[in-house]
């Protein structure tokens, strides 16, 4: 008995190296994690300062603001380092050293991507082009989203159309599994002739959804009216493509053509400025408490009234559906949150 109780403590001194290594190994992971992401960060504010990037004219109205200029690419395999394509087979592709990714659909089936890290709040640009001419039935969307059946999720979602008429930009934001928060636009330009800049800002405070830097939405932490935010659950990021014509061109009755398939989104310049998120320390990459600098000033960002002034009136302009207003859908009266709306 003494043998055997010998040989036990042995074998677990021997193992106790190994224990030690894998450890280390783990925290190693994890800040190589924040490595990456700091380095990305940094590569995106030398973007932003270049000359030859979008450059949003502020001495024009909102629906007057134009794309100076293509953006410069990033020649370092962006969609291969951070996005994986996850269903589809090979309807998605990444193509031009990483630098461009397009998804696709046909009668068989549609496709989509998904990115490689989790996020706990994140400011995330992407610039999409959408399925030109006759898009009726199709959904392209671009949104995070976390996981399970009281999910947090934040969409843009894009409703083809026929050939001449508008797509519908669609947005929603779901806390703990809780959607019915939409709003929707006619967007005031043609998001198929050329890229252009969609971006979600997600920090403590609020949620602010972006067209070519222009804020159309904002969607404000509402917990003091006791209704529950996102803050607590990891979101990845997702886009698709995918056949919706029961539903999505003007109610269900313009159906999809399936003679013009295979349809295709494409996309370049993926940036992000993000905490990351490791399901091993079950921690992020950001310290939330610590006081905001030039490098971290989205995670504490909102908007001024200025800005928010502007927005209201590209929103008047623009703005097809909001869910507080929608007295036959919500006939008790608007959410609790569409007070700090106004």
């Known amino acids: 008995m003494a043998l055997f109780s010998s040989r036990s403590t042995s074998r677990s001194r021997s193992s106790l190296p ?9 925290f190693f992971v994890f800040k190589v994690d924040i490595l990456i992401s700091q380095s990305f960060n ?34 370092n395999g962006t969609f291969d380092q951070h996005i994986m394509i996850s269903w589809g087979d090979d309807r998605g592709k990444i193509l031009e050293n990483g630098e461009l990714l397009t998804l696709s659909l046909d009668k068989l089936s549609g496709s989509g991507f998904q990115s490689k890290k989790e996020y706990l709040f994140a400011k995330i640009d992407m610039q999409i082009k959408l399925v030109p001419g006759n898009s009726a039935g199709t959904v392209t969307t671009f949104y995070l989203s976390s996981q399970g059946n ?24 779901f806390s703990l599994g809780q959607g019915n928060r939409e709003q929707q636009f006619f967007l005031w330009f043609d998001p198929t002739a050329d890229y252009h800049t969609y971006s979600i800002l997600w920090n403590s405070k609020c949620i602010i959804f972006y067209v070519d830097g222009i804020p159309i939405r904002e969607y404000k932490n509402p917990e003091r009216l006791g209704v529950s935010y996102l803050k607590l659950q990891p979101m990845r990021l997702y886009s698709s493509l995918w056949n919706a014509d029961d539903w999505a061109t003007q109610g269900g009755r313009v159906k999809t053509n399936w003679k013009l398939a295979p349809f295709v989104a494409s996309y370049k310049n993926f940036t992000y400025e993000a905490c990351i998120y490791s399901r091993l320390t079950s921690s992020s990459s950001c310290d939330i408490d610590s006081p905001p600098s ?46 700090l709306l106004q």
């Open 294 to 339: 030039t490098n971290n000033a989205w995670l504490t960002y909102e908007l001024d009234q200025r800005s928010r002034v502007r927005m209201k009136a590209l929103q008047k302009k623009h703005m097809i559906y909001d869910y507080c207003n929608d007295k036959r859908r919500f006939p008790k009266g608007p959410a609790p949150e569409c007070k």
């Open 42 to 75: 940094s590569a995106r504010r030398n973007l932003e300062k270049t000359p030859n990037r979008i450059v949003v004219n502020p001495k024009k109205s909102p629906e007057e603001r134009v794309v100076d200029s293509l953006p410069v690419v990033l020649v």
């Open 150 to 173: 009281k999910h947090d999720e934040i969409d843009f979602e894009f409703l083809g159309n026929s050939t001449g008429n508008p797509y519908t930009l669609h947005t929603n934001v």
């Open 18 to 26: 190994y224990l030690v290594f894998l450890l280390i190994a783990a």
